[in-house]
């Protein structure tokens, strides 16, 4: 097995391995524009504007009159897209239900968001993150996941399998277990509920955790990132909506939704999606969170608009 064989090398070797945020509430914030500033995009200790843009901020040599006046245009161009995107969001804002959104493009390291920073409720989507935390249980234990624990990881991303979830969420530790993955995996602004679907999270958390998913100097080794990447790829038919509906023609996609109503709300639905759309020419991490949509399928309608405007304007 692939940790067995590290071990043994390591013994030949004798190596030594050595709740920020807003507060949630149900007033709608609709403060904020858009801004330009050279954060990265795992830097997300710090609130956010309710609607922002950070491109990369790598150094450069020291360009030619030629190449500064490009580098002037190309950012000139990408100002007039953020901002037209946050003026269609804040249009599409004032007339539906509450949502947030954010976007990195790994390939240029450009990250957006809008109202990025405010807490929702996760609903199913937090089964992306007992996911990673149960691969990252095996990888301390030193063994691949195994027969009863993809038992439940591939029902509960593939048919988002309540039982499954629960049991998973307990084989990792529970509220304690999940809280301690977290930070591993950097997310800063995720408040894990012992009800697992209360859990609180973010839009910038979401985008950080698709990140993590990926990242080859990330926590996750090359099967585990493999492994994530399987399921979320393979969601049943029925719920391949979201993050999926942005695709174009021969790009890869990976999705995560969720979907709840209660009592407590008045019977309104929370929405969330949350996934990647990759192809050799694009390379996306986007999640949009929702609540109070008066059924699930205008939530559905709802969080797609919204994923459908970021790569309109975005251009990616």
Not at 196 to 220: E, I, N
Request: charged share 20%.
């Amino acid at each position: 097995m692939r940790r067995n064989l590290i071990v043994i090398l390591a013994v030949a070797a004798v190596v030594i391995l050595g709740g920020g945020g807003l507060v949630w509430a149900h007033a709608r914030v609709k403060t904020g524009t858009a801004t330009l500033s050279p954060s990265s995009v795992m830097a997300g200790d710090t609130p956010s504007p309710a609607a922002s843009f950070s491109p990369s901020a790598a150094p450069s040599p020291s360009p030619s009159a030629s190449a500064t006046a490009s580098t002037e245009h190309s950012d000139s161009d990408r100002d007039d897209r953020v901002n037209q995107l946050t003026a269609a969001l804040k249009k599409l804002d004032n007339t539906s239900p509450e949502f947030s959104v954010a976007v990195l493009d790994k390939r240029t390291g450009e990250r957006y968001d809008y109202r990025g920073t405010v807490k929702y409720d996760t609903a199913s989507i937090v089964k992306a993150q007992i996911l990673a935390c149960m691969l990252l249980h095996d990888q301390d234990a030193g063994h691949d996941p195994t027969a009863a624990e993809m038992a439940w990881a591939k029902p509960m991303i593939r048919l988002s399998d309540n039982n499954a979830a629960t049991s998973l969420f307990n084989h990792v530790g529970a509220r304690s277990g999940v809280t301690a993955c977290n930070k591993r995996l950097g997310l800063t602004q995720t408040v894990v509920n012992g009800s697992w679907g209360l859990t609180r999270t973010t839009a910038d958390d979401q985008v950080r955790l698709l990140s993590k998913l990926v990242d080859t100097k990330g926590p996750l080794d090359t099967e585990s990132r493999k492994t994530a990447f399987t399921l979320m790829n393979t969601v049943s038919a029925g719920q391949r909506w979201g993050i999926p509906s942005i695709a174009h023609s021969g790009e890869t996609t990976t999705v995560k939704n969720g979907w709840d109503t209660r009592s407590a709300d008045g019977g309104l639905w929370a929405i969330n999606t949350i996934g990647r759309v990759t192809s050799e020419d694009t390379n996306v991490s986007v999640a949009v969170l929702s609540h109070d949509n008066r059924s699930m399928s205008a939530g559905v309608s709802l969080v797609e608009k919204v994923a459908k405007l970021t790569r309109q304007y975005l251009k990616y």
